[in-house]
């Protein structure tokens, strides 16, 4: 069994949080003792961005956001990279299914997406994930590795240093019902083989491959226990602070 890359344990608030309820999860989120090496992220609305800035003092956390546009510009309602990168952000979420399902982000529009983000200096987390209409007719693999290859046709080989991919089926996604570490595995060790042949060995060991899909602090330690998993994109259970044990939970 290689050794594992430095695991990530990123927290995505969706829309929600309040001024109040979020500086009371930071003050939680804070005061965890971490000794293993982990980086820890969290990814609040665009709004609260400056709160979680001034708030967060854990060193393993860096904040993210949770998208963006390529250029700033006539775009009305939107937030794009150069925007967030003068806020001092330097990770970004794209692709989350929730873009893909109801703003219309197509695997073309995320792959554009995460080179634009990999060029102008970001960390990015690229989401994929199969619906259960997909899982079903046996398309899982043929998804994801479309997914995927849209972002590869995209990016140098270089760029992957600078991309994690998180891969949430979209059924496990906010429903309770989480994949087996069984059915987690086999998906991310597939991508993992994807990427040693068609992008480089080198690449593939390093790249951090996230599960996410109703994560939470019961089910997260035997789930990170597999191979190929290395931490993992939490939703819901990021709102609480047993956030800490998922956290833990990649050690
Ligand atoms: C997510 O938002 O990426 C996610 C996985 O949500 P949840 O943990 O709530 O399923």
Known sequence: MSAKPQPVA????????????????????????????VQCVVAPTFVHLPIVQA?????????????????????????????????GINWLIIGHSERRTY???????VAQKVADAVKQGF???????????????????????????????????????NIV??????????TGKVA?????????????QWVTEKIGADVAAKLRILYGGSVNAANA?????????????????SLKPGFRDIVSATQ
């Open 221 to 237: 330690k035997v789930l990170y226990a597999k191979q190929d998993i290395n931490g993992f994109l939490v939703g819901g259970a």
């Open 103 to 109: 703003y219309g982000e197509t695997n073309e529009i």
């Open 10 to 37: 990123a927290a995505n608030w969706k829309c929600n949080g309040s001024r109040a309820s979020i500086e009371k999860l930071l003050e939680c989120f804070n005061g965890q003792e971490i000794t293993h090496d």
């Open 55 to 87: 708030k967060l003092s854990h060193p393993k956390y860096v904040i993210s956001a949770q998208n963006a546009i390529s250029k700033s510009g006539a775009f009305t309602g939107e937030v794009s990279m150069p925007i967030l990168k003068d806020m």
């Open 123 to 161: 960390m990015v987390i690229a989401c994929i994930g199969e619906t259960l209409q997909q899982r079903e007719a046996n398309q899982t693999a043929k998804v994801v590795l479309t997914q995927t290859a849209a972002i590869a046709k995209m990016v140098p080989k270089e760029a992957w240093a």
């Open 165 to 174: 991919l998180a891969y949430e089926p979209v059924w496990a996604i906010g």
């Open 180 to 192: 087996t570490p069984e059915q987690a595995q086999e998906v991310h060790a597939m991508l993992r």
